[in-house]
């Protein structure tokens, strides 16, 4: 390429040549085009306009100042069409500006693949007026014979070049306008170039720059967006931890964080301190010289007399000096008093609002990290909460959901013995360092052990309490032996006796023999006072693996086998189960009841068989290799961890995953409580978490209403239809089960008498549920492309919207009866009455919200809106009947006041959702608003100010409903979710589990320099 592009940006350029720099200092070359990322559609549609039969004018990309285009240009486009884009068999590209000539015909371009002109604003002070005119009469005469021309241009210069009627048609028909990148598109221009470069990026480091860019979901990416970028990245490559770019070289080289402005000029290799990202503390901003004093004397200030002046000024009697010497001082110190008064304030606003952005971005974080590390994650989110209540911060900290975690650091280095006494008061952990700690486990306000036992030599290879008994005897093994203690007071363990064995070891069901393994087999001891030698049970292989149930143990062993045993017959195994495997498995686990057993081992899987007999049915594969395994007190479900560091818990019987949470680090260890509270995790990090509630089997719920009164609840899914008492939300009471087909919806009555269920293009059935315990179909209505149903309060008059545009109205007091009908709407697809009975909302496809008056059984309208700019997706009426609410596909909620319905004023929008609101739901008190959209996020919202209150984004926010004026209930295909909406409440609930807490490194990670105060200390 000609013209010498790209030349002249400096020594940077060269430094990154030699050690190279995914992020250059300028625009990308056609040189850097192996880290130019996020722009791959733009380019491609390049390439389309370039290749249509009808390229025989310039194709235009139009574009704001540092949107990036001379980067798409040379580093996106120039390289797709060398690579064989529509270049027609030609190489070579030249490049222009308007200050350089149009190459004229012959060779050279005739062989050319592609003609580029960037920077064509320039085409205005370059060049004369008929020279312009020349100039593009020859781009577009190069076009019309057959070169591929295409022209970059700031999008400010557009209206000027439609003074050109050759670029005319180019402009209308082959422009492309090139707007700010997205978020996704930003976070590829991160994440791909560190990754070409064998560059690695600390955990939420992406979500940290992006936010701190400005991107939110509600809000578009300024234009100057990727020159930021690029500089904050390039300075902290330089300031890299080897091949990891990590929060501290990001703070380091952009504190404060990222604000919108204009791009630095290329900074020095060795310490970049540019305006944009100086220090972190609010330094006072010079103010800008007066403009009459700065004209009239060189130096800025005043004009000062010149000397020499005809005869020189008078002197002045000292008095008057005197006297204008005290003036002027008593002016400067009221001039001087005023200006730190106003500095002081305007650094503590400065001070307040670095403390809300630090805050904010720590929220952002914290989403990221409920990924990998939920339980860090709560406490940095309470945090963030903490220091600035916004809807942000507040939004993240609504967020968290069970299971709550609480996280404790051990003394061990690697924790892959893990057990609770039977009581569950009690937890036992034992590290690969030998050490073995005690910790009570009804306490996690508790950060430190009970009792830390006499260090063992090597690592612990196996931890079991007794398990009946109730006297708390722990063993822990080691390749060198089996110790025994007496926990019974954890705070001073009493040594019971030492026995030699192998690595691993267990009590048999009854508590009151152990098992050791052995060379050859298995020793036993009885404990009975002083520990007594069995006879030991010889075996071919050598045991690896121990595992009891309620009456069977069973061994995994060396040559892969997995044997089982009855305790009171050693002398042979009841069943030997080949394993496939070369060596013992990895994890072994049977159920309590002992009638089911896992194993698991590296490239095969992780495996379940159900136990009859203490005989292995036929082996079933069940998951991704685990490394810990463990079954819950009742045998219904296993829990699996890998190097995946997730959780997960599959159902036996039906071999479902029934829920997975992640965990920071690679999970080495598993253990329940008696009771199944609790699930205990050990890490290879030397940390271990008590995960409460972890157990949830799932009733899949797929349609949510709620009574008026809020005191019943009507749920449709895969489990058919369910009735709820709801009047105390976190404790609500099954009250009937029936069968309903499960994808339909479900609508209630106002009284809570009626229920409808909408099978969606078939048929509505009305259900009589006055006695709630044995609900009764009443009627059951076919309705041709069915898409929505809803009931009078009184549950007499049914109305229906469909696919073909038609509304109608229905007397279901006996058999159906149709009263009123209207059609031409498109596609009725939202309708609700209002609490008095006497309006129905209807809205669809034509964009259309309209209010019928059906007190007469007639469908009047009174009034209609068409504000939305899409497709309306739901109307919803206020509690009072007083305001209305639809949501839409144009990513909108409008409130209308109809109190008035024939005066009602233009109604509101409500922004700020990134796809399709779907449904909104009132607080009882009608103060507040919940609106979700597809992608799973709700947004609460003020409506006497009409501001958000949070923005609460989780998987399980679907169809979303106020409980009461302070709980949220949600469904979305998972199980019902309660989402309490008090901060504090949920913040103490955290704290109350959180353990150990935010160490002062991790605290500096997430809110930098501002002074330490873990919430949960």
């Known amino acids: 390429m000609d013209d010498g592009f790209g030349a002249g940006l400096g020594s940077e350029r060269d430094r990154c040549a030699r050690d190279p720099c995914p992020w250059p200092p300028g625009p990308f070359t056609t040189g850097d085009a192996r880290w130019f990322f996020g722009r791959e559609r733009v380019v491609s549609e390049l390439v389309g306009l370039l290749g249509e039969p009808r390229a025989a004018r310039p194709v235009v990309l139009a574009g704001a100042a540092g949107a990036g285009k001379t980067s798409v240009l040379a580093a996106g486009l120039v390289p797709a069409v060398l690579a064989g884009s529509p270049a027609g ?11 350089s000539p149009v190459p004229g015909g012959g060779r050279p371009v005739a062989e050319c693949a592609l003609l580029v002109v960037d920077r064509f604003e320039e085409l205005f002070t370059a060049r004369a007026g008929s020279g312009r005119e ?61 990754r070409v470069a064998g ?15 400005g991107v939110r979901d509600d809000a578009p990416v300024t234009a100057d967006a990727l020159p930021r970028l690029s500089h904050a990245m390039r300075a ?65 200030g005043p004009a000062a007399p010149a000397s020499g ?46 403390v809300t952005a630090l805050a904010e971005r720590a929220a952002v974080q914290a989403r990221a990290l409920r990924a990998t590390d939920p339980a860090l994650a709560m406490q940095v989110a309470v945090a963030a909460q903490g220091l600035a209540d916004t809807p942000g911060t507040r939004g993240t900290l609504l967020d968290t959901a069970e299971p709550y975690a609480t996280r404790l650091r051990s003394a061990g280095d690697r924790l892959g013995a893990i057990a609770y006494s039977q009581d569950h008061a009690l937890l036992a952990t034992g590290a690969d360092n030998g050490v073995v700690e005690l910790w009570d486990a009804t306490d996690s306000r508790r950060r430190t052990p009970l009792a830390t036992l006499p260090r063992a030599a090597g690592p612990v290879g196996a931890l079991a309490f007794r398990p009946s008994g109730g006297d708390r005897v722990l063993l822990a093994a080691t390749r060198h032996g089996v110790e025994v203690w007496n926990v019974v007071d954890p705070a001073r363990p009493r040594h019971v006796a030492a026995l030699p064995g192998a690595a691993t070891a267990a009590f048999t069901p009854d508590g009151r023999t152990v098992l050791a393994a052995a060379a050859h087999g298995v020793r036993r001891w009885r404990l009975a006072g002083r520990p007594v030698a069995l006879p030991p049970v010889r075996a071919s292989a050598q045991v690896t693996r121990f595992a009891v149930g309620d009456d069977t143990v069973v061994t995994g062993h060396d040559d892969g086998s ?9 002398a042979s195994p009841a069943d030997t189960i080949a394993t496939g495997l070369q060596d013992g498995p990895a994890a072994l686990a049977i159920s309590p009841d002992g009638a089911a057993l896992a194993w698991s081992a590296p490239g095969r899987g992780t495996w379940l068989c159900l136990l009859r007999a203490r005989r292995c049915d036929r082996p079933v594969r069940y998951g991704d290799p685990a490394g810990a395994l463990a079954f819950s007190p009742d045998g219904t479900v296993l829990a699996a961890a890998g190097d995946d560091r997730a959780v997960r818990l599959w159902t036996v019987a039906t071999r479902a995953e029934v829920t997975s949470f992640p965990h920071p680090d690679r999970v080495l260890g598993l253990a329940f409580t008696a009771d199944g509270q609790a699930l205990a995790t050990g890490s290879a990090a030397g940390a271990f978490y008590q995960w409460r509630h972890p157990v949830r089997v799932p009733d899949p719920v797929t349609g949510l209403v709620l009574s008026r009164d809020r005191t019943l609840m009507a749920t449709t899914g895969a489990r058919g239809g369910a009735l709820w008492d709801v009047r105390d939300p976190r404790h609500r009471v099954l009250l009937s089960r029936w069968n309903v087909p499960p994808a339909a919806d479900p609508a209630l009555s106002g009284d809570g008498r009626r229920l409808a269920t909408v099978e969606r293009g078939v048929a509505v059935t009305v259900w009589d549920i006055r006695d709630p315990y044995r609900p009764a179909r009443h009627v059951r209505l076919p309705v041709r492309g069915l898409a929505v149903a809803a009931l009078s309060p009184d549950g007499r008059v049914l109305a229906t919207g469909d696919h073909g545009g038609r509304l109608l109205l229905w007397d279901v007091t006996g058999p159906p009866r149709r009263l009123a009908a209207r059609d031409g709407f498109g596609d009725v697809g939202a ?37 939305h700019a899409d497709a309306v997706a739901g109307v919803r009426f206020g509690p009072k009947g007083d305001v209305l609410v639809s949501t839409g596909h144009d990513r909108t909620a409008r409130v209308w006041r109809i109190a008035d319905p024939g005066r009602a004023p233009r109604p509101a929008a409500l922004r700020g959702h990134g796809g399709t609101v779907l449904i909104a739901g009132f607080s009882p008190d009608g103060a507040a608003l919940a609106t979700t959209d597809a992608s799973r ?8 100010s009409r501001r958000p209150i949070a923005e609460l984004s989780h998987p399980d926010l679907g169809t979303v409903l106020y409980a009461d004026d302070h709980t949220l209930v949600s469904a979305a295909g998972h199980d019902l979710r309660l989402w309490d909406l008090r901060p504090e409440s949920v913040a103490a609930r955290v704290c109350e589990a959180a353990g150990m807490p935010l160490t002062r490194a991790e605290w500096r990670r997430y809110f930098d320099d501002l002074p330490y105060r873990p919430p949960c200390s």
């Open 199 to 213: 560059l690695s990026l600390e955990p939420e480091l992406a979500e940290t720059i992006l936010h701190d860019l």
């Open 309 to 354: 002046s005809g005869g020189g000024a008078r002197a002045c009697p000292v008095g008057r000096r005197v006297r204008g010497l005290v003036v002027a001082l008593v002016v400067l110190v009221v001039v001087a008093g005023a200006g730190a008064g106003l500095a002081w304030q305007k650094s503590g606003r400065a001070s307040a609002a670095r």
């Open 89 to 99: 068999g030609r190489a070579g590209v030249l490049w222009r500006t308007p200050g």
């Open 937 to 944: 996020t709700t947004r609460l919202w003020d409506l006497r």
């Open 831 to 867: 309708l609700d009455f209002s609490p008095g009975g006497g309006l129905l909302a209807s809205g669809g496809a034509d964009r259309g919200v309209r209010l019928w008056d059906v007190r007469r059984r007639a469908l009047d309208q009174v009034a209609h809106h068409e504000e």
């Open 562 to 570: 997995v044997r089982l045993w009855d305790p009171a017959r050693p």
């Open 236 to 300: 902290t490559w330089h300031r890299r931890d080897g091949d990891t770019l990590t929060h501290a070289a990001y703070r380091n080289a952009t504190a404060p964080p990222l604000a919108p402005g204009p791009a630095p000029a290329s900074p020095s290799p060795d310490r970049e301190k540019p305006a944009l990202l100086r220090s972190g503390r609010e330094e006072p901003v010079p103010p800008s010289p007066d403009p009459e004093s700065a004209a009239s004397s060189p130096g800025g």
């Open 134 to 194: 020349a100039y593009v009469e020859e781009l577009c005469a190069l076009a019309a014979g057959g070169l591929p021309v295409v022209i970059g241009m700031r999008a400010d210069c557009y209206e000027r070049c439609l003074g050109f009627p050759p670029l005319v048609e180019a402009l209308r028909t082959r422009s492309l306008p090139l707007g700010p990148m997205t978020g996704d598109e930003l976070r590829r221009a991160i994440t791909e170039p560190a």
